[in-house]
Protein backbone atom coordinates (compact mmCIF):
# COMPACT_ATOMS: atom_id res chain seq x y z
CA UNK A 1 0.00 0.00 0.00
CA UNK A 2 1.26 3.47 -0.57
CA UNK A 3 -0.35 6.74 1.23
CA UNK A 4 -0.35 9.80 -1.21
CA UNK A 5 -0.43 13.01 0.23
CA UNK A 6 -0.35 16.53 -2.10
CA UNK A 7 0.98 19.96 -1.13
CA UNK A 8 1.26 23.66 -2.32
CA UNK A 9 -1.98 24.38 -4.02
CA UNK A 10 -3.17 27.58 -3.68
CA UNK A 11 -4.44 30.98 -5.51
CA UNK A 12 -2.01 32.68 -8.21
CA UNK A 13 -2.54 35.49 -10.74
CA UNK A 14 -2.62 34.55 -14.26
CA UNK A 15 1.06 34.58 -15.29
CA UNK A 16 1.77 33.18 -11.85
CA UNK A 17 4.23 30.42 -10.41
CA UNK A 18 3.11 27.48 -7.77
CA UNK A 19 5.01 24.45 -7.53
CA UNK A 20 2.70 21.40 -6.31
CA UNK A 21 4.32 18.81 -3.57
CA UNK A 22 3.80 14.59 -3.37
CA UNK A 23 4.77 13.04 -0.39
CA UNK A 24 4.82 9.37 -0.70
CA UNK A 25 4.97 6.61 2.04
CA UNK A 26 3.93 3.06 2.41
CA UNK A 27 5.56 0.09 0.52
CA UNK A 28 8.94 1.00 -1.35
CA UNK A 29 7.46 3.86 -3.37
CA UNK A 30 10.37 4.81 -5.11
CA UNK A 31 9.74 1.76 -7.14
CA UNK A 32 6.27 3.20 -8.99
CA UNK A 33 6.10 5.44 -12.03
CA UNK A 34 4.53 8.54 -10.42
CA UNK A 35 2.27 11.14 -12.23
CA UNK A 36 0.15 14.74 -12.00
CA UNK A 37 -4.07 14.80 -12.99
CA UNK A 38 -6.08 17.39 -12.95
CA UNK A 39 -9.95 17.44 -12.71
CA UNK A 40 -12.02 20.69 -13.18
CA UNK A 41 -15.12 21.28 -12.46
CA UNK A 42 -17.98 19.08 -14.68
CA UNK A 43 -14.85 17.92 -16.51
CA UNK A 44 -13.09 14.19 -16.53
CA UNK A 45 -9.82 14.08 -14.90
CA UNK A 46 -7.19 14.35 -17.18
CA UNK A 47 -3.13 13.40 -17.71
CA UNK A 48 -0.75 16.41 -16.63
CA UNK A 49 2.63 15.04 -16.54
CA UNK A 50 4.52 11.68 -15.83
CA UNK A 51 7.96 10.51 -14.76
CA UNK A 52 9.47 7.01 -14.46
CA UNK A 53 11.18 5.47 -11.42
CA UNK A 54 15.04 6.54 -12.39
CA UNK A 55 13.62 10.06 -13.09
CA UNK A 56 15.00 10.10 -16.76
CA UNK A 57 11.87 9.90 -18.44
CA UNK A 58 9.17 12.46 -18.42
CA UNK A 59 5.91 13.17 -20.53
CA UNK A 60 3.74 16.13 -20.56
CA UNK A 61 0.39 17.27 -21.79
CA UNK A 62 0.43 19.23 -24.70
CA UNK A 63 -1.58 21.86 -23.10
CA UNK A 64 1.55 21.90 -20.45
CA UNK A 65 4.52 21.62 -22.17
CA UNK A 66 7.02 23.87 -21.85
CA UNK A 67 5.73 25.14 -18.83
CA UNK A 68 5.37 22.40 -16.01
CA UNK A 69 8.37 20.61 -15.22
CA UNK A 70 8.15 17.33 -13.41
CA UNK A 71 10.50 15.82 -10.90
CA UNK A 72 11.52 13.11 -8.58
CA UNK A 73 13.58 12.30 -4.93
CA UNK A 74 13.49 9.23 -4.75
CA UNK A 75 15.41 9.52 -1.33
CA UNK A 76 13.12 11.91 0.11
CA UNK A 77 10.01 9.59 -1.54
CA UNK A 78 8.60 12.90 -3.25
CA UNK A 79 7.73 14.26 -6.61
CA UNK A 80 7.23 17.58 -7.54
CA UNK A 81 5.18 19.92 -10.19
CA UNK A 82 6.52 23.17 -11.31
CA UNK A 83 3.82 25.40 -12.71
CA UNK A 84 4.95 28.37 -14.57
CA UNK A 85 3.17 30.63 -16.78
CA UNK A 86 -0.76 29.67 -15.15
CA UNK A 87 -3.68 30.35 -17.17
CA UNK A 88 -7.09 30.70 -15.56
CA UNK A 89 -7.68 27.24 -17.47
CA UNK A 90 -4.81 25.42 -15.30
CA UNK A 91 -7.68 25.90 -12.75
CA UNK A 92 -8.22 22.43 -11.43
CA UNK A 93 -7.85 20.21 -8.34
CA UNK A 94 -4.51 18.30 -9.20
CA UNK A 95 -3.93 14.62 -7.75
CA UNK A 96 -0.30 12.56 -7.44
CA UNK A 97 -0.57 8.77 -8.71
CA UNK A 98 1.53 5.99 -8.47
CA UNK A 99 1.79 3.24 -10.93
CA UNK A 100 3.22 0.11 -10.58
CA UNK A 101 4.56 -0.36 -13.70
CA UNK A 102 8.42 0.35 -15.56
CA UNK A 103 6.74 2.74 -17.94
CA UNK A 104 5.18 5.82 -18.51
CA UNK A 105 1.04 6.19 -19.02
CA UNK A 106 -0.90 8.54 -19.79
CA UNK A 107 -3.97 6.67 -18.45
CA UNK A 108 -6.36 7.70 -15.24
CA UNK A 109 -6.71 3.50 -14.67
CA UNK A 110 -3.38 2.64 -15.13
CA UNK A 111 -2.11 4.26 -11.79
CA UNK A 112 -3.26 2.35 -8.46
CA UNK A 113 -2.79 4.45 -5.95
CA UNK A 114 -4.00 8.11 -5.45
CA UNK A 115 -3.81 11.67 -3.64
CA UNK A 116 -6.56 13.25 -2.51
CA UNK A 117 -6.04 16.34 -4.49
CA UNK A 118 -5.24 20.14 -4.00
CA UNK A 119 -6.67 22.81 -5.32
CA UNK A 120 -5.14 25.20 -7.55
CA UNK A 121 -6.65 28.04 -8.93
CA UNK A 122 -5.63 30.68 -11.43
CA UNK A 123 -7.26 33.61 -11.50
CA UNK A 124 -7.21 36.48 -14.83
Known amino acids: QVQLVESGGGLVQSGGSLRLSCAASGRTSSRYAMGWFRQAPGKEREFVAA????????AYADSVKGRFTISRDNAKNTVDLQMNSLKPEDTAVYYC?????????????????WGQGTQVTVSS
Open 51 to 58: IIRSGTST
Open 97 to 113: AAAVRFTITRVVGAYDY
